[in-house]
């Protein structure tokens, strides 16, 4: 009888063993670690501008083919059902709804905090990369907190202190040519900021924080020549971003805006569409390929609110005549409240629903950057 006893805790204790065992192995395979996160805005980039691409580009192969999941994301602000850049940039940011115009602060008025703002609390390094006035709407969500969007030079006076390693946009004048006639590019020099006025300067900057306003607003559109500015910016800033980080150990959060897609759309400009479109698509590239060399790291692509309402209608409405042409349509001026697309590729991409809100986009990511290593 004893004997039984002793083998019956014997098997009792190594089944109790392997469950422990299969259960800490089966909550560490549901454990997503994400070291580097990576988040492209297309600012307006609503149903439609993919697929334009796509057609423009005779169907030949883009980035945004490339990624591994997509959803919808509804967009609304708490106000109205078409949001503006301002509610739907601190709903990407922060991840709370609020009402338009609003930057950072939650509709009763209260301070929100951006993932930009925890991945600096966790020691992560941090970047913001733009084709607009830094203190647009977008990024301002980002870094500022502000009743209303139109105040530039209170939102600028938020990015000294904000601890972004890497700023690269435009927007020169609202740090430089203030009311209170305070220098702001003064203080990033004095926080040990390298400070430069042209992207070309940056090409001996390997690491370190570095500043770049290269316009005093918004950066010229694609179609009055701004070039590979946004792309070569968003590979510089993961160069410094990587370097910054082997030394400390741990990842970074950079968000970068393909910000005149939206302006774009608001003029109905079709070919302007195009081509903001094709520079944002080179952008998805350099992250995708970056997060292919680079085990760990999520990139997150999405809009903030579709803009233009745009649609690609057949030109002859009897389209069974052989090739027809499209000629787009556009049913507004301004924002629609459609949902938007959001795609997502490298580590992670799996965690994000089909049809989401624009705040759980942010939550998602939020969670993420807590687990990260
Ligand atoms: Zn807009």
């Known amino acids: 009888m004893k004997k039984k ?28 670690k994400v070291k580097n996160i990576i988040m492209l805005i297309g600012d307006g980039m609503g149903p ?3 697929p334009s691409l796509m057609l423009e580009e005779q169907y030949a192969p883009t980035n945004f083919e490339r990624a591994k999941r997509a959803a919808f994301v509804t967009t609304y602000s708490s106000n109205n059902r078409v949001t503006d850049s301002a509610a739907a940039g601190t709903a ?36 913001i990369v733009v084709s607009c006035d830094i203190t647009h ?22 990015l000294p202190n904000s601890g972004i390693d890497v700023i690269f946009g435009g ?24 400070v430069i006025d042209s992207l070309s300067q940056a090409d001996d900057i390997t690491k370190g924080k570095v500043i770049g306003l290269f316009a005093d ?30 030394k400390s150990g741990k990842g970074f959060f950079m968000m970068v805006e393909g910000s005149q897609i939206d302006f774009e759309s608001h003029a109905n400009n079709a070919k302007g569409i195009y081509g903001e479109m094709k520079d944002f698509d080179n952008v998805v590239g350099v992250a995708f390929d970056y997060a292919d060399s680079h085990p760990g790291t999520l990139v997150v692509v999405c809009a903030d609110h579709d803009t233009g309402g745009m649609s690609i ?4 409405t009897d389209f069974t005549l052989g090739e027809s042409g499209v000629e787009y349509s556009f049913g507004s001026t301004s924002h629609t409240a459609t949902m938007t697309p959001a795609l997502f590729y ?28």
């Open 48 to 50: 439609t501008h993919i």
């Open 171 to 194: 927007g020169l004048t609202a740090f430089t040519n203030r009311d209170d006639s305070i220098n702001l590019m003064t203080k990033f020099k004095e926080s040990g900021y390298l």
């Open 5 to 32: 006893n002793i083998f019956n805790v014997l098997l009792s204790m190594t089944i109790a063993i392997f469950a422990f065992t299969l259960n800490s192995c089966n909550k560490e395979s549901k454990e997503v």
């Open 346 to 373: 490298g580590t992670g991409a799996d965690e994000f629903g089909a049809i989401i809100d624009n705040t759980d986009i942010a939550k998602k990511v939020r969670e993420l950057l807590q687990n990260s290593f």
């Open 217 to 246: 607003e918004h950066l010229p559109s694609i179609v009055n020549g701004r070039g590979d500015a946004l792309p070569k910016a968003t590979q510089k800033a993961l160069d410094i971003l990587t370097a910054n980080s082997e």
């Open 137 to 158: 709407a977008t990024p301002a969500a980002f870094y500022a907190h502000a009743q209303h969007r139109n105040e530039r030079e209170n939102i600028a006076s938020w």
């Open 313 to 316: 209608p057949s030109c002859k």
């Open 92 to 127: 990407l940011a922060c991840g709370e709804k609020t009402n338009n115009s609003i930057i950072g602060l939650n509709a009763d008025g209260d301070t929100i905090y951006s993932n930009i703002t925890l991945a600096e609390s966790l020691g992560m390094e941090t970047a």
